[in-house]
Each structure stands twice: as structure tokens, then as C-alpha cells.
């Protein structure tokens, strides 16, 4: 059990698919198979996966322990593909929670302002922001947070946008307690009470939309809408032997030679995030209000990146720009490694 404060793994919905944009998700979800993407990817000491492994607690050479997390990234029952460090040893980092910024306001019934605070204020001041009663935070534990990076990629066509559940990005903070459910936790934005999925867009037709060159580089608000930030703080619980064990492995599939469905030119570019339909009220956490931080595990933030493609085509050049979006995180980090696996094991 843990307290999603940002995000969770994004579950896409909307409209039902036409037979070309099955097309587009399925040819997508074939880039976990594409060999020399994922060549391109060891190269840089990354994998393409379906399923992302973001564990606050695993045992040491093992993929089960007390406190794991599955991620997934599903469009109509398929599971899109995640470039990140490999599952099995995790490679993290470790950063202070004083340096971790997110946006409250959002969760206010009335239309209040916007506003930054860090991640250790958030977690000190839950109440604030929740109906949960006790501070979330554990003084020289949490300063100190987990984090980890990864890039997912959406099947969005040129001019089209879909929409997806996620819990806070740059428009906010919103927390939820996930019991995990072996189906999934469906996470929502708050919306000053109500319950929202988020939807992307290509970052060209954004751009377009607000008369802007499309030609220029990313301005900061842009890369703000780029990402979503999922920070899992696990809480105590009843024991519960299952809670070892990984619910999801990874979905075996039929690997792709290399050139193999390359026939297309390679369509990837960054995807913008907003606010997307509405869902009725957004859950209160009154039920769970005397709920309490388990100090035997970190907290984890986990920052996923976004990126739009019809096609699920790449390039080498496409997954080192990834790579080194994802490494510009280090710059704030602390201490890099992995609690799973010796060091020289790692990459």
C-alpha cells in the first residue's frame, strides 16, 4: 500500500480506436521487440520495455521483496513500450527532497493560484493538502528520496492527441492511496475536486496552436508539460504475504530482426501534457485519514518523459537525445547505484 503524491502509470482511454490508429498502436508496441532499438538502447545502458520495475524495496540478486512496484503503460489491452535502466538491477539515484519541486493549489475547492513547494513541505504538511492526518515525512530518512528516470512512447498521430490517466504534472499535486490491485490502480488528476484523466499532444501541434515556431528549442514551461512525476510513499500495512511478490513479470513477445517493420521514416518528437476529461468527484482520502508512513523503505520519485510517435519507428540519434534528457536528472543527484545488484553489475 502506498500513497501515489504524483502520478501513476498511465492507462490511455477515449474514443474507440478506428482501424488506422489500431494500426499505429500496435506498431508502436512492437518497439519492445525491435532489436537494434534495443541494441541502441544497451549501448547507452538503457532497455525497452513493457513493464517497469519501480521498487522502493527489493531483496538483494532478486526480483520479489517487500515493497515493489509494477508499471505499465496500456492502450486498448496493449502494453506500450518504456525506454529506461534495465529492471533487474535499477540503477538509481538519490537526491534531497529539499531540491524536488511540485505544484499545489489544485487541490483547493475554490480557484486558487498555483504555487511551488518542495517535496520535503508537501510530505511535512500532508494535511494541507489531503484529509490525511499525519506528516509523511520521516526526518533523516526523508530527506534523502529515491529517483529514477524513464522515457514512454504514446501513439499519437500527426495531428491527433489522446487522452490517459496520470495524477500531477506541472498542473498540480494529487494524491491517492493505491492498495495494489493485481489489475491496476487507476490513478486521476485533482482538479479542485474533480476527477480528470490528462491528454498529450504532439509538442508541433501544441506549438501551433499558440502560434509558436515549431523550429525553436523546448522553453521551460514546454519541458515542464513533458513529463510526469510518480512518487510512491509506502505506508504501514496489514502483512500480507502476496505483497512479495511480483504481480507482472514481463509479457514475453516474438522478437523483431533488425530492420524488420523499419520500412517507415522515424516519427518521434516530445509530447505535451494537460488536463483531459472529466470523471465525477475526485476521491477524498477521509477513510484513510489516520493512515501512517512504513519508515522501513524510501520514497521514490520516478520522472517519465513523454514522447509522441505514430509509428514506434527510432533512430539511434532518437535514443541518445533520450538518454541524455534522462542523465541531465544526475546533475542533482547525491549518490548513483543500485541497492539490488553489486556495483560492477550495474550497467
Known amino acids: 500500500m502506498s500513497v501515489e503524491a504524483e502520478t501513476s502509470s498511465p492507462v490511455l482511454e477515449g474514443a474507440a480506436l478506428t482501424k488506422s490508429s489500431l494500426s499505429a498502436v500496435r506498431c508502436v508496441e512492437n518497439l519492445t521487440r525491435d532489436l537494434q532499438a534495443k541494441q541502441w538502447a544497451e549501448e547507452r545502458g538503457l532497455d525497452i520495455v513493457n513493464v517497469s520495475w519501480e521498487d522502493c524495496a527489493r531483496f538483494q540478486g532478486s526480483c520479489w521483496g517487500p515493497c515493489i512496484s509494477d508499471m505499465t503503460l496500456v492502450v486498448k489491452k496493449r502494453w506500450m ?55 509523511l515525512f520521516i526526518p533523516d530518512k526523508d530527506n534523502q528520496v529515491v529517483v529514477s528516470t524513464q522515457s514512454c512512447f504514446l501513439p499519437i498521430p500527426p495531428t491527433g492527441e489522446v487522452d490517459f490517466h496520470v495524477v500531477a504534472t506541472d498542473a498540480g499535486t494529487s494524491a491517492q492511496v493505491v492498495n495494489g490491485d493485481y489489475r491496476g490502480d487507476i490513478l486521476y488528476f485533482n482538479d479542485h475536486g474533480t476527477k480528470r484523466t490528462f491528454r498529450a499532444e504532439r509538442l508541433s501541434t501544441d506549438r501551433a496552436k499558440r502560434g509558436v515556431d515549431t523550429t525553436e528549442v523546448m522553453t521551460q514551461e514546454e519541458e515542464a508539460r513533458n513529463y510526469i512525476m510518480i512518487v510512491q510513499i509506502p505506508l504501514i500495512k496489514p502483512f500480507d504475504p502476496l505483497a ?14 533488425q530492420g524488420e517493420g523499419m520500412e517507415n521514416d522515424a516519427d518521434v518528437e516530445p509530447a ?20 501512517r508512513r512504513d519508515p522501513n523503505y524510501p520514497i521514490r520519485v520516478t520522472l517519465q518523459y513523454y514522447q509522441a510517435t505514430s509509428n514506434g519507428v527510432v533512430t539511434q ?10 542523465e541531465e536528472v544526475k546533475t542533482k543527484a547525491t549518490w548513483c547505484g543500485s541497492l539490488v545488484v553489486p556495483e560492477s553489475n550495474t550497467a
Open 81 to 135: 513500450p518504456v525506454l529506461r535502466v534495465p529492471n533487474f538491477s535499477d540503477p538509481i539515484m538519490s537526491i534531497p527532497s529539499s531540491q524536488i519541486q511540485v505544484s499545489v493549489g489544485n487541490e483547493s475547492p475554490y480557484d486558487a493560484p498555483l504555487t511551488k513547494i518542495s517535496l520535503e513541505n508537501y510530505l511535512q504538511n500532508i494535511s494541507k493538502y489531503t484529509e490525511l492526518t499525519n506528516s
Open 244 to 257: 512479495r511478490k511480483r504481480s507482472v513479470r514481463s509479457r514475453t513477445t516474438k522478437k523483431r530482426k
Open 272 to 291: 505535451m501534457v494537460g488536463l483531459g476529461s472529466s470523471h465525477g468527484p475526485f476521491p477524498k482520502l477521509s477513510k484513510h485519514a489516520d493512515i
Open 317 to 326: 540519434s532518437i535514443i541518445d537525445n533520450l538518454a541524455r534528457q534522462m
